[in-house]
């Protein structure tokens, strides 16, 4: 039996997450926090994400916001998937900016919860609005793990 803090946990889920994320880690990003119900996760646009229009192509943009997501969902010890997710973009991201996607849990009932996240670029202005839908799956990253306290 392995006892932890709650914020020692979510760090050991996000390590042994990204140990196995390849998508994440092949874009450049990289965890900035993680805490339990919240993940930062940061990537630089690269001239590969960039579109016909000269901007960030949207598809990178929901992947970066999904990956925040999942880190902060999985943040407790529980294997955790997605069931639903939405963006809404608010402004373009360009070649060369640094994002940042900041997760945080709006709701956890059951099985079942609902993430905000929030992408920024580097003069932290508000880039896209991404929300997810998350369901509980069989299975612990450390199991019979307690929490201290």
Known sequence: MTKMTA?????????AMWDEDKAS????????AVAPGQAE???TISEAMVNGHGTCHGGYIFTLADSAFAFACNSRNHR??????SITFLAPGRLGD????VAREASRTGRS???DIDIFNQEDVKIAIFRGHSRMVK?????GAVLEG
């Open 25 to 32: 880690a092949g874009l450049g990003m990289a965890i900035t």
């Open 98 to 101: 640094k994002l940042r996607a």
């Open 41 to 43: 996760i940061t990537m």
């Open 80 to 85: 955790t998937v997605a069931q639903h997710c």
């Open 139 to 143: 299975g612990e990253f450390f199991p």
């Open 7 to 15: 914020d020692e946990l979510a760090r050991a889920c996000a390590k």
């Open 113 to 115: 919860g609902i993430y």
